[in-house]
Structure formats: structure tokens, C-alpha cells
T-cell receptor, first 115, second 113 residues
Framework: GAGVSQSPRYKVAKRGQDVALRCDPI?????LFWYQQALGQGPEFLTY????????KSGLPSDRFFAERPEGSVSTLKIQRTQQEDSAVYLC?????????????FGPGTRLTVL | DAKTTQPPSMDCAEGRAANLPCNHSTISGNEYVYWYRQIHSQGPQYIIH???NNETNEMASLIITEDRKSSTLILPHATLRDTAVYYC??????????????FGKGTLLTVNP
């Protein structure tokens, strides 16, 4: 079946531009996560949704980062006034239920480069 | 969640078993051990997880020591496509709302022909 998809796969932005990154989770998955992966590092948690509710946004690095999942399926991560330090791969993951041990399935990521 | 320690890199010959170690000496009784891997330019891929018993699936085996302070991921017959960064993660299953995965830097496994 279809896995988690993300678009665009690559995004180049000039410093100060706003960007929107899309995540299509596996159909029917309740939980959705966003992670940020800097070059040479492991992914770091940004935020978590259970259906349309954003239950944890403790990992968002600044108020320039905003995520939503209005209908409990597709999610968008928006970064306003991008800075060079925002350059990273942004990964989306989904899991079937909200259980703590549920397997998270990851998308291929969006590589954001801020010039 | 408990921290983990993994070697930064390992090599393995194609067709041989790859044994990837992980130390998690501060693991508590309600924490699971998870393994994910990340092939270049892809998202992380779930491999296996366990609590205290050894586990096996179609991808790998997970051996957890009796005191649960360390574990080993075993790829029984490594292929070139197994070249990836392997992450060992411990994850609590109770209390609070901490559902996130906490990744370290992992082990870069290079399978050589």
C-alpha cells in the first residue's frame, strides 16, 4: 500500500521567504509527527498530532514554525521568514493509533535549503 | 527516555552477519528498545523492537541482555542494500504524553562486497 508521502521533495528558499511543506500520512493513521534532521545528525522531534489535535509542539524551535492538520489527515508545516539555520530535511511520520509503542512510518522527507 | 550509546561506524562483509551493539545502561523497566535504520536520502525505517525477550522478524534479530543494559541488532546475512545508519532508541510506554522518538547519531554500517 501507499506509504507516507511528502512534497515537495526539495525546496530552495531565499532568506526571509515563507515556505509550506506538505505531509500525506498513511490513510487511516491517527498519529502524525514532524521531525527535523540537520546534516549528519539524527532526526529531532518537532511536533505531534492525534487526529486534528496538536498535542505536543515542544520541539518547534521558534514561533516562526507552525504546523496544522485541520481535518486529521494531511498536515502542513509552515516556516515563516526562513533563516539559514532552518536548512535541514523535514521528515513526517505517521502511526496507526495513538499508543506509545505504535510503529512510526516515515516519509522520504523534504530537503529545505535556505540561501 | 534513557540515552543510548552506539559506535559511530562499523564495516561488514557482504553475506556475513552484522552485529550492531547498543548500550542503554540507564534503561528503566517500562522502556522498550527500538531499532530504526536510515538509508541515504530516505526516511528512517522501522526494523524491530523489544522489551526484555529476544525478538526476531523477517529483517533482523534483537538480543537484549538479561540486565537490559545493552542490546545487539543482528542482520544475519548482510547485503549491500543494508548499508545505512542504524539507530537504537529507548522509548517509554507509560506516563505523560511523550510519544516522540529520540534519535542519537546512530551507527553507520557499511557493507562491503
Amino acid at each position: 500500500g501507499a506509504g507516507v508521502s511528502q512534497s515537495p521533495r526539495y525546496k530552495v528558499a531565499k532568506r526571509g521567504q515563507d515556505v509550506a511543506l506538505r505531509c500525506d500520512p498513511i490513510s487511516g493513521h491517527v498519529s502524525l509527527f514532524w521531525y527535523q534532521q540537520a546534516l549528519g545528525q539524527g532526526p529531532e522531534f518537532l511536533t505531534y498530532f492525534q487526529n486534528e489535535a496538536q498535542l505536543d509542539k515542544s520541539g518547534l524551535p521558534s514561533d516562526r514554525f507552525f504546523a496544522e492538520r485541520p481535518e486529521g489527515s494531511v498536515s502542513t508545516l509552515k516556516i515563516q521568514r526562513t533563516q539559514q539555520e532552518d536548512s535541514a530535511v523535514y521528515l513526517c511520520a505517521s502511526s496507526l493509533r495513538s499508543g506509545r509503542t505504535d510503529t512510526q512510518y516515515f516519509g522520504p522527507g523534504t530537503r529545505l535549503t535556505v540561501l | 527516555d534513557a540515552k543510548t550509546t552506539q559506535p559511530p561506524s562499523m564495516d561488514c562483509a557482504e553475506g556475513r552477519a552484522a552485529n550492531l551493539p547498543c548500550n542503554h545502561s540507564t534503561i528503566s523497566g517500562n522502556e522498550y528498545v527500538y531499532w530504526y535504520r536510515q538509508i541515504h536520502s530516505q526516511g528512517p525505517q522501522y526494523i524491530i523492537h523489544g522489551l526484555k525477550n529476544n525478538e526476531t522478524n523477517e529483517m533482523a534479530s534483537l538480543i537484549i541482555t538479561e540486565d537490559r543494559k545493552s542490546s545487539t541488532l543482528i542482520l544475519p546475512h548482510a547485503t549491500l542494500r543494508d548499508t545505512a545508519v542504524y539507530y537504537c532508541i529507548v522509548r517509554t510506554n507509560s506516563g505523560g504524553s511523550n510519544y516522540k522518538l529520540t534519535f542519537g547519531k546512530g551507527t553507520l554500517l557499511t557493507v562491503n562486497p
